[in-house]
């Protein structure tokens, strides 16, 4: 059971709206995060004295909480704290700075693109990449001091990481600019990184990638980014595989398709032919009487599924090529075989003359 709204503010079941501002504006200001930070009761009592502050600065929830004793808005607290504070406080806290900073902070994220072929993709693949990064300098140990030396407080600010300026009768707090918040100054940067803590490096690492990745995919390495900042955790870096494009092959998915050209005859007679796999050739059969763009499957022979059992299918659609030109022989031949069926065609000949039949009926 939360506590009664008006004692967490310290007023009175009749105090004004004014005074109800007053007595909340007191207690942010003494338990605002900022001010205290890393005290959970002093937090609590903050969060405590806006959740009040929400429901008594309103005058029909107040008349609700006044009658029943609570107010039927879960969540409002939460959820309208962040605004409600803005507004009664920015100015307040405008530009205020935050007491001192620390220095840790994590490292970039890096990506590196690896371009890899087909069949790499297919069989998977284990290699050396060199990664540009910032790495914790080891002459300072990524303090960025040199050796023997430590920081001192900061002569601008005291120490405080903010300065306070004074305008007539406003006096407004600031990051210290000469320490940008931390507090203390490096008076011996180490010689190697400057003070920055960090040396640029180049790194050789081993990657692992898994059969049947495909183009676009990255994997994340954890850690192996750029080193944090005063201590702070490195970031990762990303590999993202670029899959160069296959002589033959166009993938969808697991599945490898490949535009074979063929000649009528081949289709008419049927044939055997040579056709691109993955690492290799082999046969393929060509049924007699096979029809243009007529996909033929090798099942089984596409990419593997990517950390699944099994491939996917090689598919080959049949393009029929006509020669453009012929030599006496093959004319000569052609001219026999459309003599040899005269009326004979294939069904679609058939059922398109016997529609034309029907119109001219
Ligand atoms: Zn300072
Ligand atoms: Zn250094």
Same mark, same amino acid.
Do not use: W
């Given at each position: 059971?939360?506590?009664?709204?008006?004692?967490?503010?310290?007023?009175?079941?009749?105090?004004?709206?004014?005074?109800?501002?007053?007595?909340?504006?007191?207690?942010?200001?003494?338990?605002?995060?900022?001010?205290?930070?890393?005290?959970?009761?002093?937090?609590?009592?903050?969060?405590?004295?806006?959740?009040?502050?929400?429901?008594?600065?309103?005058?029909?929830?107040?008349?609700?909480?006044?009658?029943?004793?609570?107010?039927?808005?879960?969540?409002?607290?939460?959820?309208?704290?962040?605004?409600?504070?803005?507004?009664?406080?920015?100015?307040?806290?405008?530009?205020?700075?935050?007491?001192?900073?620390?220095?840790?902070?994590? %490292?970039? !994220? @890096?990506?590196?693109? #690896?371009?890899? =072929?087909?069949?790499?993709? $297919?069989? *998977?693949? /284990? &290699?050396?990449?060199?990664?540009?990064?910032?790495?914790?300098?080891?002459?300072?140990?990524?303090?960025?001091?040199?050796?023997?030396?430590?920081?001192?407080?900061?002569?601008?600010?005291?120490?405080?990481?903010?300065?306070?300026?004074?305008?007539?009768?406003?006096?407004?707090?600031?990051?210290?600019?000469?320490?940008?918040?931390?507090?203390?100054?490096?008076?011996?940067?180490?010689?190697?990184?400057?003070?920055?803590?960090?040396?640029?490096?180049?790194?050789?690492?081993?990657?692992?990638?898994?059969?049947?990745?495909?183009?676009?995919?990255?994997?994340?390495?954890?850690?192996?980014?750029?080193?944090?900042?005063?201590?702070?955790?490195?970031?990762?870096?990303?590999?993202?595989?670029?899959?160069?494009?296959?002589?033959?092959?166009?993938?969808? %998915?697991? !599945? @490898?398709?490949?535009? #074979?050209?063929? =000649?009528?005859?081949?289709? $008419?007679? *049927?044939? /055997? &032919?040579?056709?691109?796999?993955?690492?290799?050739?082999?046969?393929?059969?060509?049924?007699?009487?096979?029809?243009?763009?007529?996909?033929?499957?090798?099942?089984?022979?596409?990419?593997?599924?990517?950390?699944?059992?099994?491939?996917?299918?090689?598919?080959?659609?049949?393009?029929?090529?006509?020669?453009?030109?012929?030599?006496?022989?093959?004319?000569?031949?052609?001219?026999?075989?459309?003599?040899?069926?005269?009326?004979?065609?294939?069904?679609?000949?058939?059922?398109?003359?016997?529609?034309?039949?029907?119109?001219?009926?």
């Amino acid at each position: 059971m939360p506590r009664d709204y008006y004692e967490v503010l310290g007023v009175s079941r009749n105090a004004s709206e004014a005074e109800i501002k007053r007595a909340y504006r007191q207690l942010a200001m003494q338990y605002h995060p900022d001010r205290n930070p890393g005290d959970k009761g002093a937090e609590e009592r903050f969060k405590e004295a806006s959740q009040a502050y929400a429901i008594l600065s309103d005058g029909d929830k107040r008349a609700q909480y006044d009658r029943f004793g609570s107010v039927g808005v879960g969540g409002f607290a939460e959820q309208g704290f962040g605004t409600l504070f803005e507004d009664i406080f920015e100015s307040f806290f405008a530009g205020t700075g935050r007491g001192r900073r620390s220095r840790a902070a994590r %490292g970039e !994220d @890096l990506q590196y693109e #690896l371009k890899i =072929t087909l069949d790499e993709a $297919a069989a *998977g693949l /284990e &290699t050396k990449i060199q990664i540009p990064r910032m790495e914790r300098c080891g002459e300072c140990n990524g303090t960025g001091l040199e050796p023997g030396s430590r920081r001192i407080a900061c002569d601008m600010c005291q120490g405080r990481g903010e300065v306070r300026l004074s305008q007539g009768f406003l006096t407004v707090a600031r990051t210290c600019p000469k320490c940008h918040g931390e507090g203390e100054v490096n008076r011996n940067p180490c010689p190697a990184c400057r003070g920055e803590s960090r040396q640029r490096a180049e790194r050789l690492l081993q990657v692992k990638i898994p059969p049947g990745i495909d183009d676009g995919m990255q994997l994340r390495i954890s850690a192996e980014g750029s080193a944090g900042y005063g201590g702070g955790p490195p970031g990762d870096l990303y590999v993202l595989v670029r899959i160069k494009e296959h002589e033959l092959f166009v993938r969808n %998915g697991a !599945d @490898l398709y490949c535009d #074979l050209p063929v =000649t009528f005859a081949q289709l $008419a007679l *049927g044939a /055997e &032919t040579d056709v691109p796999v993955l690492g290799g050739t082999v046969k393929l059969k060509i049924p007699a009487g096979s029809q243009p763009n007529q996909v033929l499957k090798l099942r089984g022979r596409g990419m593997p599924r990517l950390r699944e059992r099994g491939h996917g299918d090689a598919c080959y659609r049949l393009i029929l090529e006509v020669p453009p030109k012929l030599n006496a022989r093959q004319r000569e031949a052609l001219e026999a075989f459309e003599a040899a069926s005269k009326g004979q065609g294939g069904p679609l000949i058939s059922s398109f003359l016997e529609r034309m039949k029907k119109l001219l009926e």
